[in-house]
């Protein structure tokens, strides 16, 4: 069981959080135009492609009968989850092509397969690629294969619309970040999962999230390479709520992994993962595969914060209102301009407490037996909400409301402690981190806790960058703050918890950018 060989997810843990010399950033990175760069899009050849619907409805509502999957819904789905949102224009341009996610220099490392258990009007069952650059499923292995999947997830799929499969591929930000990717990918594939969420409930769908599965009985369905690409997540759909169903008895991957004839399916790429460079990501990685169904770990409870009634809290003022349309949050989200100065325009309370609420609303995963509220807990550094002092707050998953941590002006220790200067968070509206006791975790979950940890604040940075969409906000995700320096502000120096992730959340400027929608 190498998943619990746990000093492979410290020791990444150490490096990726150190800006020192012996961190993962001392490493250097790589430079963009090299010959050997990654193309952005994965295109598989001499395989059958099934073209997509490319007349959509405007939002995401949902349709009246889901017992299969309609090519409507499968399109929307899709498209909505990860396609190719808008191309952008201008000086300061730098990245033309983006999709409904943020993604580190647009590079995507996320790829995402499809099951497909019946045939939905011209599409056979079984296992594709999506190909956004042409929204349109390209066949890697036909035919429904519904046992191996199954009991690879360890997950009665009986009534199951699909399955919903997220990659890495390593090296389409590795070129750059080199073992750095490993952390960039596990927060991009969370985001993916946590916008398949919001897709899939607005179409009328329930989604489970998976993080444990047998890895290599996956792989090889997929056809995917040995240390190039590896399986993050899976999402499985359902046309109504139910409980996620465990199978009884135990399985192998080493028994489900005879009877899955290899695939060596060929796309067009450019370059191969660096082993030398990036041996500490194809470690981690090999050392965080599940070999056992028994290795699954359900209903974690890692020590939270306490919610004392003698804390100073604040109470929600009325949440609720008009729903957010989806797909019109979908198109304006994005991550600002390259030197990211939001407008110091204040907020209303109502908007900030329908956001972060969202944010840590419950949803169904395979880490609690019942749907529940992320494990993560999400603090908030405040400088422009209408009604609300500025300061450090956290935001109680038990109670619903803010605690109060430090009531001052943080706007200037907010900008010492980020290592990027393009970026201005005193101009902000607030500051979100999302934070976990990555200790904890590892002794739950062994190594296979690191990308837990990162996949579920790119599912909670997310909903923070849609939702706060809806309401005309722009959010800029970001690992560049430094991390002794956050944890002081946070008042946790004293503990394990890790600040994993930075949302800057506040007004665009006008910028230099021309955005043209892809919508189909």
Not at 22 to 40: C, I, M, N, Q, V
Not at 183 to 205: I, K, P, S
Not at 267 to 288: M, T, V
């Amino acid at each position: 069981m190498r998943n619990r060989h746990t000093s492979i997810c410290q020791t990444f843990f150490r490096k990726t959080f150190d800006y020192g010399p012996e961190g993962l950033l001392a490493e250097g990175h790589g430079e963009e135009g090299s010959p050997d760069e990654p193309f952005r899009f994965k295109l598989y050849q001499h395989t059958p492609h099934y073209a997509l619907e490319h007349i959509l409805p405007l939002e995401c509502s949902p349709a009246s009968e889901h017992q299969t999957l309609d090519p409507t819904t499968l399109s929307l789905l899709l498209f909505s989850t990860y396609g190719l949102a808008r191309v952008e224009q201008g000086w300061d341009a730098g990245w033309p092509y983006h999709r409904f996610v943020p993604s580190a220099r647009c590079f995507f490392p996320v790829e995402l397969y499809f099951w497909l258990p019946e045939q939905v009007n011209h599409i056979p069952a079984g296992y594709y690629h999506y190909d956004p650059l042409h929204h349109r499923l390209a066949l890697l292995r036909p035919g429904g294969c519904h046992n191996e999947l199954q009991r690879a997830l360890n997950t009665d799929l009986t009534g199951s619309l699909g399955v919903i499969l997220l990659s890495a591929l390593f090296w389409k930000n590795a070129f750059r970040y080199y073992n750095f990717a490993y952390r960039l990918a596990a927060q991009e594939a969370g985001m993916v999962a946590g916008n398949a969420c919001l897709v899939a409930e607005a179409l009328g769908l329930q989604g489970h999230v998976q993080y444990q599965f047998l890895d290599q009985p996956i792989n090889r369905l997929l056809g995917f390479e040995a240390y190039e690409e590896s399986l993050f997540a899976a999402l499985s759909l359902y046309p109504e709520p139910r409980q996620r169903q465990r199978l009884t008895g135990h399985t192998m991957a080493d028994t489900l992994l005879g009877g899955i004839a290899p695939l060596a399916p060929v796309y067009k790429k450019r370059g191969a993962l660096d082993r030398l460079r990036c041996s500490l990501l194809i470690e981690l990685d090999q050392y965080s595969m599940l070999e056992c169904t028994d290795e699954f770990v359900s209903d974690i409870s890692p020590d939270q914060p306490s919610c004392s009634p003698g804390e100073q809290r604040i109470a929600p003022q009325y949440v609720g209102g008009e729903p957010v349309a989806l797909s019109r949050a979908l198109q304006a989200r994005n991550s600002g301009d390259v030197f990211f100065a939001p407008f110091p325009l204040p907020l209303e309370q109502p908007s900030f407490w329908n956001i972060i609420n969202a944010a840590m609303k419950p949803y169904t995963s395979d880490l609690h037996s019942v749907c529940a509220r992320p494990f993560l807990q999400l603090y908030l550094v405040i400088n422009h909400i209408i009604g609300i002092q500025k300061g450090v707050y956290r935001f109680c998953t038990h109670c619903g409301l803010l605690h109060v941590i430090d009531v001052s002006d943080p706007s200037m220790h907010l900008q010492e402690l980020v290592t990027q200067v393009a970026i201005n968070c005193a101009s902000a509206n607030m500051v979100c981190y999302i934070v976990g006791d990555h200790q904890a975790a590892s002794s739950l979950l062994g190594n296979r806790s690191y990308r837990i940890l990162h996949m579920e604040s790119g599912l909670i940075a997310q909903r923070l960058c849609v939702v706060g969409a809806s309401y005309g906000l722009v959010a800029r995700c970001s690992d560049s703050y430094h991390i002794e320096r956050c944890r002081d502000l946070l008042h946790l120096a004293n503990c394990s918890d890790l600040p994993l992730f930075q949302i800057v959340i506040g007004h665009e400027r006008p910028g230099a950018r021309y955005r043209q929608s892809l919508f189909l």
